[in-house]
Structure formats: structure tokens, C-alpha cells
């Protein structure tokens, strides 16, 4: 028996639940031609809520109907990265094998055989640019397209992100079957967003993403945990909800957690005590993985806030503290309520608090407050 949920970030789980509405809206839009505003699509949300394996998802999708799907990395150049390295691959992979010849064979000792495609002398060629390569590549797809994705777009190179932009328009005033979905933090696209050159994000589909409904946070856990041969009972799967609050991450950490003490007990079911066992470990892996990283780099006056914030905080039900006032949050950090509006403004547009009612805020993230009340470092976890 192996366990069949999957904590890890940009692991696709095993049962997927939620965001139907954007995969198919998705598929429609690549089904209906070029043009279709839902081919341009910016996925947000905060860490752990699931925007990589949605881009994953959008991939199959795209590979499903024929697309080619490139995939390029926030990290450095993202045009240059396309142009000299992705695409070409992708041409000689599509190549018919007969117009390969072999340029050089490694030796290395790995085997490596280096091919080109033959053609005329590259010298004489003007340079390649995105433009053109995307062009080849099309023309080697007819009757399907060419998805570009690319994830943690919150760290792209603004330069390159906006000459990424200036082709993908190129392309799709030509009519052609192109498409691009993207996909980062919250608070940095917003920054992102704001800046000229990226117009046409501002336009694309915008997807922020929220926590699962406990129906399929339910599903999720329910489902995995049967087809792996251990379920959850009644009892520990609504404690299991409770615990998960919705948030994608958490969903799969809780199953995992509790699916491994009640295998290790060889139980034939997952009771609510196994779930209440685990508990602690899920909070502390949450504040590890997810909230020591969310609050890297908050000055000190917003980190203050947050854990005046925290300290008042009554601590509510499924991990998510009750709304606090912003008025006691002042008073508590002896500042008057117009001092005290600057940071709360600026944890809102870092996606950590969020306005709850009249003068009230809360954290957005479960556990957080959990989280600044502890150790608020990172605690080894046996
Ligand atoms: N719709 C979903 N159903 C089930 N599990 C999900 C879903 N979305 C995300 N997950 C799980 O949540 C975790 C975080 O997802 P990930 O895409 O890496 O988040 P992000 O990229 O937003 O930080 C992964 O373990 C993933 O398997
Ligand atoms: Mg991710």
C-alpha cells in the first residue's frame, strides 16, 4: 500500500478536485480558435494554493487537443531561454528523423550524440528571434498551436517578460494558434501589472485562487484515501476537513500525515484520533513550508503589526483566527489609527491579511496566526 496523497509543491495529486470552471473554460477557448480572450490566462494566489499544478493541469489539456506545450522558467532571460533553447528542441523534435544528421559524438563516456537539423548555412541567416521561432514552430503544428507557460511569473525579468508580450500580440494579430498562461504570487504580479509593457496581461483571464470548498477538500481526501485501500471514517474525515481549511496544500498534508500513523497502527480505517494526532506536525510543516517563506522580507513595521494582530487574535475555528479590529491593533501597538492604516494597507496587497467586515481584518492564510504566536521560526520537525 502506498500512500496516495502527495504534499509537495508543483506535485499534481493524484485526485484533483475544484477549479473545473477555469478547465473548461480553458478547453473552450482552445477549441474556438484563435483570438479567444480565454487564451491568455494569469493565474494568482499564495503559495501552496495550488497555481502550479493548474498550470500542469492547462497542459494536459493543450497536449490533449494536440497543442505543443513550452513550458519557460521565471528564472533568467524567459525570450532567450525560448528562443535558443526551448523551441529549438522542441523543432528538431518534431523533425522528420531523415533530415537529422549527426554533428558530433560525445565522448564522454555518456554516449551523447549531438544532431542538427540540416538546412542552409546558419551564418548566412539573420538571427533567430521569439518572433521567428515561434513562427517555425507554428508552421510545423498546423491545425493545432503552441501554449507557452510560465510559473512564478512574480520574479520574471521585467524586460523580457515585456518583449515576451510584444510577440505573443505579434502572433495572435496574426491569427495564429498561440496561447500563454502564466502564473505567480499574488501581491508581485499585482506589482507586475502596474508597470508598463504588460497591457496585455491586464487584459488576459485572471484567475486568483482561493481555498477549496470543504466539499472538495472532502472529495480530495475521501477519494485518494479509498482508492489507496486505508479511507478515512466518517469522523476522521470531517475532522480531516476541519483541519485541512480548505487550502490545497494542507488538504494533501493532513492525508498524508494521517494516512502514514494509521498504516503504521494497521488500522483499516483513519480515525478522528489519528487526524487529532497529527495536528501539531501539520501546523509546523505549514509554518515551514508556507509562512516562514510568506514573510520573508516584511519590514519590521508590517511584521509588528501582524503579530499585534496575532496576539489579539481570538483563536477561531478550523485554523482560521477570528476577524480582529483595527482600532485595538492600533492601540495595542500605542499608534493612532491613521499610523497604524499604512502597514495594514501594505499586508493587504501582500495577500496576508484581509479586510473582514467594518474595521476589521483577518489573516489570510490559515495558521498563520498559529504560526506568529509560536516560535515564529522555523522549528525542526522530527
Ligand atoms: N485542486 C487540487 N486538488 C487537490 N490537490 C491540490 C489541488 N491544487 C493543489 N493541490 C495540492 O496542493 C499542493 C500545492 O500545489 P502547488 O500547485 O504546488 O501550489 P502553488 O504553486 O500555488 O504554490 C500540492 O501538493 C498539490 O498536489
Ligand atoms: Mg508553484
New binding site residues.
Given amino acids: 500500500m502506498t500512500n496516495p496523497f502527495?504534499?509537495?509543491?508543483?506535485?499534481?495529486?493524484q485526485?484533483?478536485?475544484?477549479?473545473r470552471i477555469i478547465l473548461d473554460d480553458y478547453a473552450e477557448a482552445l477549441a474556438s480558435g484563435p483570438g479567444a480572450a480565454a487564451r491568455t490566462l494569469v493565474i494568482t494566489?499564495?503559495?501552496?494554493?495550488?497555481?502550479?499544478?493548474?498550470?500542469?493541469e492547462l497542459e494536459d489539456i493543450a497536449a490533449t487537443q494536440g497543442w505543443l506545450v513550452l513550458r519557460a522558467s521565471a528564472r533568467g532571460d524567459i525570450v532567450a531561454e525560448l528562443t535558443d533553447s526551448v523551441i529549438p528542441a522542441k523543432i528538431q523534435e518534431l523533425s522528420p528523423p531523415t533530415t537529422r544528421r549527426v554533428t558530433g559524438v560525445g565522448i564522454t563516456g555518456l554516449g551523447t550524440v549531438t544532431t542538427s537539423v540540416t538546412g542552409p548555412d546558419e551564418r548566412d541567416l539573420p538571427r533567430p528571434t521569439l518572433d521567428s521561432r515561434l513562427r517555425d514552430l507554428l508552421a510545423m503544428v498546423s491545425g493545432t498551436g503552441v501554449l507557452i507557460t510560465v510559473?512564478e511569473i512574480q520574479d520574471a525579468d521585467r524586460d523580457a517578460l515585456s518583449r515576451l508580450a510584444v510577440t505573443y500580440q505579434n502572433l495572435i494579430r496574426d491569427d495564429l494558434e498561440i496561447s500563454l498562461a502564466m502564473?505567480g504570487l499574488t501581491h508581485g504580479v499585482e506589482t507586475l501589472l502596474n508597470l508598463p509593457g504588460t497591457t496585455f496581461m491586464r487584459r488576459a483571464h485572471r484567475y486568483d485562487?482561493g481555498p477549496?470548498t470543504s466539499e472538495?477538500a472532502a472529495d480530495?481526501l475521501a477519494t485518494s484515501s479509498r482508492d489507496s485501500g486505508l479511507a478515512f471514517d466518517t469522523t476522521g474525515l470531517a475532522s480531516a476537513v476541519h483541519l485541512a481549511a480548505g487550502y490545497?496544500?494542507l488538504?494533501?498534508?493532513v492525508g498524508s500525515l494521517a494516512w502514514n500513523v494509521a498504516r503504521r497502527a494497521d488500522a483499516d480505517s483513519i480515525s478522528v484520533q489519528q487526524v487529532d494526532s497529527i495536528r501539531e506536525e501539520a501546523v509546523a510543516t505549514m509554518g515551514a513550508q508556507v509562512h516562514h517563506p510568506s514573510l520573508k522580507g516584511v519590514p519590521t513595521v508590517q511584521r509588528e503589526y501582524l503579530e499585534a494582530m496575532a496576539a489579539l487574535a481570538a483563536h477561531g475555528r478550523g485554523g482560521t483566527d477570528d476577524p480582529v479590529a483595527t482600532a485595538a491593533i492600533a492601540e495595542r501597538l500605542g499608534k493612532t489609527q491613521r499610523a497604524a492604516s499604512d502597514p495594514r494597507a501594505k499586508l493587504i496587497d501582500r495577500d496576508l491579511i484581509s479586510p473582514a467586515g467594518w474595521g476589521k481584518v483577518q489573516f489570510t492564510l490559515p495558521y498563520l496566526g498559529d504560526w506568529l504566536r509560536g516560535s515564529g521560526t522555523v522549528r525542526r520537525i522530527s
Fill in positions: 502527495r504534499p509537495t509543491f508543483g506535485a499534481s495529486p485526485y484533483w478536485a475544484g477549479r494566489g499564495s503559495r501552496g494554493i495550488g497555481k502550479t499544478v493548474l498550470l500542469n510559473d502564473a485562487l477549496l472538495d480530495v490545497p496544500y488538504v494533501q498534508l
